[in-house]
């Protein structure tokens, strides 16, 4: 049976790998953050996420690198993988919006619609479900939204101020940008030549309702890989998962 959405589906991806990755030393003293293992799997964090593009009907994807780009390059050259890979290194620093504008421009397909991660974003969830969702709402971007565990435990009261339950990490009441993205065609002539398109390209479609937010699915794997912490976590995860 033909699948009538398939066709409005992107084929193609950007990946944001320029980070120093600071936060996540020394483990990116001599790698991208993208680069960095998440333990126990023997994969990096961009093996995982080309693995994903994919399963999700990902063809093409262009990677954009900065800090320490050869090793990165350097690996996607002796790597058996999934898709095509374009890499792009900006000579000078754009922004994450310039950044962005400046990939897109590599993708083969600029007339279709297409999907960006942030580099150190490692998750599992239908990307062909949030594409249909953002053709349904006629979206020129849309953003995956995610609601992290706070790393404490919560404690609930009663309306006497009687402590009436404990509860472990549990997930945040307010939903985050998740780092994963559809764009309609249109959305990188949006984009900044410089600067931040969350200050800018965001807030203006947000205030002429063209911006969505597509809920990842509960129970889908999701974790931005930020500092050290996250990997030891995102081992207990897998761990935990049968992985």
Same mark, same amino acid.
């Given at each position: 049976?033909?699948?009538?959405?398939?066709?409005?589906?992107?084929?193609?991806?950007?990946?944001? &790998? @320029?980070?120093? %990755?600071?936060? =996540?030393?020394?483990?990116?003293?001599?790698?991208?953050?993208?680069?960095?293992?998440?333990?126990?799997?023997?994969?990096?964090?961009i093996g995982h996420q080309l693995?994903?593009?994919?399963?999700?009907? $990902?063809?093409?994807?262009?990677?954009?690198? @900065?800090?320490?780009?050869?090793?990165?390059?350097?690996?996607?050259?002796?790597?058996?993988?999934?898709?095509?890979?374009?890499?792009?290194?900006?000579?000078?620093?754009?922004?994450?919006?310039?950044?962005?504008?400046?990939?897109?421009?590599? =993708?083969?397909?600029?007339?279709?619609?297409?999907?960006?991660?942030? %580099?150190?974003?490692?998750?599992?969830?239908? =990307?062909?479900?949030?594409?249909?969702?953002?053709?349904? /709402?006629?979206?020129? !971007? +849309?953003?995956?939204?995610?609601?992290?565990?706070?790393?404490?435990?919560? $404690?609930?009261?009663?309306?006497?101020? /009687?402590?009436?339950?404990?509860?472990?990490?549990?997930?945040?009441?307010?939903?985050?940008?998740?780092?994963?993205?559809?764009?309609?065609?249109?959305? !990188? @002539?949006? *984009?900044?030549?410089?600067?931040?398109?969350? /200050?800018? +390209?965001?807030? /203006?479609?947000?205030?002429?309702?063209?911006?969505? %937010?597509?809920?990842?699915?509960?129970?889908?794997?999701?974790?931005?890989?930020?500092?050290?912490?996250? *990997?030891?976590? &995102? &081992?207990?995860? =897998?761990?935990? *998962?049968?992985?």
């Open positions: 049976m033909t699948d009538p959405n398939a066709a409005s589906r992107p084929v193609q991806a950007v990946i944001l &790998a @320029g980070g120093q %990755g600071s936060r =996540l030393r020394p483990y990116t003293d001599d790698r991208p953050k993208p680069m960095v293992e998440i333990p126990g799997t023997g994969t990096p964090i693995a994903w593009l994919a399963e999700e009907g $990902v063809t093409d994807v262009v990677v954009s690198c @900065g800090h320490l780009a050869d090793v990165l390059q350097k690996w996607l050259d002796s790597a058996d993988l999934p898709v095509r890979v374009t890499t792009v290194v900006e000579t000078e620093p754009l922004g994450r919006g310039g950044g962005l504008k400046y990939a897109a421009a590599h =993708l083969p397909h600029p007339d279709r619609a297409w999907y960006a991660t942030n %580099g150190d974003i490692w998750t599992r969830f239908s =990307l062909r479900d949030m594409a249909d969702f953002h053709t349904e /709402r006629d979206a020129v !971007a +849309t953003l995956a939204l995610a609601r992290p565990r706070i790393p404490w435990g919560a $404690v609930k009261t009663d309306g006497f101020g /009687r402590v009436t339950d404990f509860i472990e990490a549990p997930p945040t009441t307010y939903e985050i940008n998740a780092g994963v993205y559809v764009f309609s065609p249109e959305f !990188a @002539g949006l *984009l900044p030549e410089r600067g931040d398109h969350e /200050r800018t +390209t965001f807030p /203006r479609l947000a205030r002429e309702r063209r911006l969505a %937010g597509f809920p990842i699915p509960q129970g889908a794997y999701w974790r931005a890989i930020d500092t050290a912490k996250d *990997l030891t976590e &995102a &081992a207990k995860e =897998l761990a935990a *998962l049968g992985r």
